[in-house]
């Protein structure tokens, strides 16, 4: 197993990151745009906890992961089943205010199974996470309204 842990800023309140991380309706692969809209689908939806199946496009990768924030401030999904890591690896933020916006704290702890997910890990562990970290940040950079004061040359 693998276990990576980064910080990624979000420019917008910790209460916004968690109600996206947490909206399970069919705008989702809107607010992720790394997610492959055919691959999405909600399994259960409970107060505080979700199964769900996701994906993307390139590479392929699914996973059956069970999400939970019955802790507050905190977002962990776990994978049930995939075609890239192994059953009980999973990706947890803990969300909290800093300046304007707020901070995401991830733990990404996987173990690949098969040559992709084998692969897709050791890249990970080579970059120290930063495809994720990058893919997170222009993800929550979509959250904040915009600029309308920023005046174009």
Not at 103 to 124: A, D, E, F
């Amino acid at each position: 197993m693998t276990e990576l842990r980064f910080t990624v800023d979000a420019p917008v309140p910790a209460e916004e990151v968690i109600r996206a991380l947490t909206d399970f309706s069919d705008r989702r692969p809107a607010l992720w745009p790394d997610l492959d809209p055919d691959v999405y689908r909600v399994d259960e939806l409970h107060p505080t906890s979700a199964v769900v199946r996701e994906g993307q496009r390139s590479p392929r990768l699914w996973a059956i992961e069970e999400y939970d924030w019955s802790v507050q401030g905190t977002v962990t999904w776990t994978a049930r089943e995939s075609n890239f890591c192994a059953p009980g690896s999973f990706m947890s933020a803990r969300i909290e205010p800093a300046g304007n916006g707020s901070r995401m704290h991830i733990t990404w702890s996987r173990t690949g199974v098969g040559p992709k997910g084998r692969m897709i890990v050791g890249l990970m562990r080579l970059t120290s996470g930063r495809p994720l970290a990058k893919s997170l940040g222009k993800a929550l950079a979509g959250l904040a309204p915009p600029d309308r004061d920023r005046r174009t040359a």
